[in-house]
């Protein structure tokens, strides 16, 4: 196949900066698939002039709220009318099931269409303050954000952004992660052909270390919303501090799923598999952590593993797949030797990778599971990101809680039990931004999501999202 070259997006245009570009592997074949603009600091400072630019002038924030939503619901349109290409190009750059990639072009979509619709509603309050007169608030845009975006879910997580960052009428400068820009840089077409302004939506492509760095730092970029690794996250924080920009952050997670021996063992065993494995165990919401009452430890780990066996690994592009490769060689050989510190800190390989075939072209890696762990062990406690799950027994409410919360991270989890009274009491107590009871649905495009403790700050989804992207300003009216 012939590689394609891409550019980033400055201005409504495509931008090749000094003429660079870094390459894209694909990872089921290990081979180049695009190569890709990469920008330097002073490409990056004319992406936020521009951005700068045209917020000042208002020719997006001064439309009405309506109207910007009017704007986003023809980018959802666009995005549904281009599914079919965007899913392939997000299976191959990453190496995510093409299934997968379609749900997740069509949820990108619908994040579009709940922005759209909540743009006119975002309002302020009146305050019955003690001076006579009238006292209000308003909320208005932040300015020029940058939104720095992971490789996991490249394009939703994108969509999760600009969205309610457009919606209340900001600027954005987006930087996409560089195993995985070209999803992301369609967007830039997509805006323009829906009617937002040029120069309102760009996005530099470029190493983290150069080209994300000179957008976290730039000294006119207002707020930074970033998803990725917590050390990431928290050198962005140390940049953003100097002229204390705004920093909202979704970062890493080590979930866990509680299992009350009251449960159907069987059918949550198999939905526990699937909220590990999904995409490779590459989601920050994963549940790999799994801690299972003494009562039916024995016989929930034969079902998981069992179903853990039956995950089809194999070509991305394939639609009966259910796990394709990880995402690079380096991600690969990272995730091994967790496996590998696993078997020497004395966990039990109830299965391992070998019991798989899997391709040997490409960057693939078999699942694993390990049980008799304990807290201290680096499996338990470090976000592992792969197809890697360990298996924790508890016997009381009590010690299901302390396990849970054993680790530097509090993003997501599940509790199974019957005794809602029960499930509740731990769903509360579990120090995480979001919990499922009785389920593994984590995310809702409706709802807020995002972290306790070193999983991040803030809350993206939902309204919240809105208030992430503006400032509240107080005005006060004298009556006499
Ligand atoms: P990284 O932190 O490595 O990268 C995320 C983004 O930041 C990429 O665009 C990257 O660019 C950029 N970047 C890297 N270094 C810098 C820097 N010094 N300054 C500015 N930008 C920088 O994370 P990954 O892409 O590896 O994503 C995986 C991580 O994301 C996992 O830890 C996962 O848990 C977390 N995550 C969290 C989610 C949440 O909502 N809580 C959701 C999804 C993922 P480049 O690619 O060029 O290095």
């Known amino acids: 196949m012939a590689m ?38 002073e490409d990056v400072d004319r992406a936020v002039r521009t951005a700068r630019t045209q917020f000042e002038s208002g020719v997006w924030q001064n439309q009405s709220a309506t109207q910007r939503g009017k704007v986003l619901l023809r980018m959802a349109q666009l995005i549904r009318d281009e599914v079919e290409t965007l899913s392939q190009l997000e299976a191959r750059q990453v190496g995510k099931p093409i299934r997968d990639a379609r749900d997740e072009v069509l949820t990108a979509a619908d994040c579009f269409e709940f922005y759209a619709g909540a743009a006119n509603k975002l309002h302020g309050d009146t305050i019955p303050v003690s001076q006579p007169g009238l006292d209000y608030t308003i909320r208005v845009p932040v300015g020029v954000v940058g939104l720095i975006v992971p490789w996991n879910f490249p394009f939703l997580i994108t969509a999760w952004k600009v969205a309610p960052a457009l919606a209340v009428g900001n600027s954005v400068v987006v930087k996409p992660a560089s195993y995985a820009p070209l999803t992301a840089l369609k967007l830039g077409p997509i805006a323009q052909a829906a009617g937002v302004p040029d120069g309102v939506l760009n996005i530099v492509t470029g190493p983290g270390g150069q080209t994300g760095e000179a957008l976290a730092s730039h000294h006119d970029v207002d707020k930074i919303a970033f998803t990725g690794e917590t050390t990431t996250g928290s050198r962005i924080l140390a940049l953003a501090a100097a002229r204390v920009a705004r920093v909202s952050l979704e970062l890493g997670g080590k979930s866990p799923t509680i299992v009350f021996p009251d449960v159907d063992v069987d059918m949550v065993a198999r939905l526990a598999v699937a909220s590990a494995y999904a995409n490779g165990g590459q989601d920050c919401c994963a549940r790999s952590r799994l801690l299972v009452h003494r009562d039916i430890a024995e016989a929930f780990t034969e079902r998981f593993q069992g179903y853990v066996r039956q995950l089809k690994i194999g070509d991305p592009l394939d639609p009966t797949v259910d796990m394709g490769p990880l995402v690079s060689l380096a991600h690969r050989d990272r995730v091994r030797r967790y496996v590998e510190s696993g078997v020497q800190e004395g966990a039990r390989l109830v299965l391992a990778p070998e019991a798989y075939s899997v391709p040997t072209h490409g960057f693939y890696q078999a699942p694993a599971v390990f049980s008799e762990v304990s807290e201290s062990m680096t499996i338990v406690q470090e976000e592992i990101f792969g197809p890697v799950s360990t298996i924790q027994v508890f016997d009381t409410e009590e010690e299901a809680i302390a396990k849970a919360n054993a680790t530097p991270y509090g993003l997501s989890g599940s509790v199974f039990s019957r005794d809602i009274g029960r499930a509740l009491r731990v769903a509360h107590r579990v120090k995480s931004g979001v919990l499922s009871v009785n389920s593994i649905k984590s995310v809702h495009l409706e709802a807020p999501f995002g972290g306790f403790k070193m999983s991040g700050i803030g809350r993206e989804l939902g309204l919240e999202a809105l208030e992430l992207y503006t400032e509240v300003k107080n005005i006060f009216v004298a009556l006499d």
């Open 4 to 41: 394609d070259k891409w550019a980033a997006w400055v201005g409504g245009a495509p931008y090749t900066g000094a003429g660079e570009y870094f390459t894209v592997d694909e990872p089921a074949t290990g081979h180049v698939l695009a190569e890709v603009s990469k920008l330097g600091p």
